[in-house]
């Protein structure tokens, strides 16, 4: 594999809808536990993916088996936008992926076109757009995906691909929804893991605490009484209830390699509110 580094790190999707606004039908696509990456192909030029902060892979199987399949398309050039992951990508598998950066066995989810033969075609429909991905690169590298016409049969859908298949969410796209790089209209549904942790300081100026989190080691088993501290925002408001010793409810999205949180929110008892 080879890697470089680009000075400007690019624009992509942020899903910042509300599962509550969503219109159906709406695709539901498996969230791969990745990182982002746009994937740039010309005919002349072999495929080069690129994260948002703009490190690019290049010689790597799952890109090479990609370039092939699109050096037999009829496209000269195309912007792909997909997750890159570790393994089989369900949930956890972004710690794999982090400390096996530069390892050949990394795979692709490409869920987006946006652009083909040099023209952005984010405003079309998501469903065009899905059909000219086909088109490109047939059902090869396409995500977990199904139609849903419902809040209860995203639900639905969800439980299945967080229980059953593993992963760590979905993502809710209506059918007709134009491709946004930046905060758009994509919501997500993702799995969140709630732990009691032992306060070990509570910051005396800012809303801030931190817990200890018990160091594991891959495996997942207790090393010892080692402890990690994770810093945690604790409004001014649920902060006066707490003291160090207490025992609180971090909500977060999985306990990195490092024993730090992913995402840490404190959930306020209810004698606090």
């Not at 791969?32 to 948002?52: L, Q, S």
């Not at 710690?95 to 040099?118: M, Q, T, V």
Request: glycine share 6%; hydrophobic share 40%.
């Amino acid at each position: 594999m080879k890697t470089r580094k680009v000075t400007k790190a690019i624009p992509f999707p942020e899903l910042r809808g509300s599962v509550d606004n969503v219109t159906y039908p709406a695709l539901a696509e498996a969230k791969y536990d990745g990182e982002y990456t746009v994937i740039h192909w010309h005919r002349k030029i072999p495929a080069v993916a690129m994260n948002k902060y703009g490190k690019c892979r290049e010689d790597f199987s799952a890109l090479n088996d990609l370039n092939e399949l699109l050096l037999n398309s009829e496209a000269n050039s195309c912007t792909l936008l997909a997750e890159l992951f570790f393994g089989t990508g369900v949930a956890n598998s972004l710690y794999e992926l982090l400390s096996n950066k530069e390892s050949n066995d990394l795979h692709l989810s490409i869920f987006d076109c946006a652009g083909i033969n040099g023209k952005h075609i984010g405003k079309m429909s998501l469903m065009d757009r899905k059909e000219l991905l086909f088109e490109l690169i047939g059902n090869n590298f396409a995500p977990f995906s199904s139609v849903v016409n419902s809040k209860k049969e995203a639900e639905d859908y969800f439980a299945h691909m967080t229980d059953v298949m593993k992963f760590e969410g979905i993502v809710l796209k209506s059918l007709d929804s134009t491709l946004v790089m930046g905060p758009c209209g994509w919501a997500k549904m993702k799995k969140k893991d709630q732990s009691e942790f032992e306060v070990l300081v509570v910051d005396p100026v800012a809303e801030r605490i931190e817990v200890g989190v018990p160091v594991t080691d891959k495996s997942r088993m207790l090393i010892g009484n080692q402890l990690v501290s994770v810093g945690c925002k604790a409004p001014n408001k649920y902060k006066s209830h707490i003291k160090v010793g207490d025992m609180v409810t971090i909500e977060h999205q999985g306990i990195l390699a490092s024993g730090s949180l992913r995402h840490p929110v404190l959930i306020p008892k209810t004698e606090w509110k």
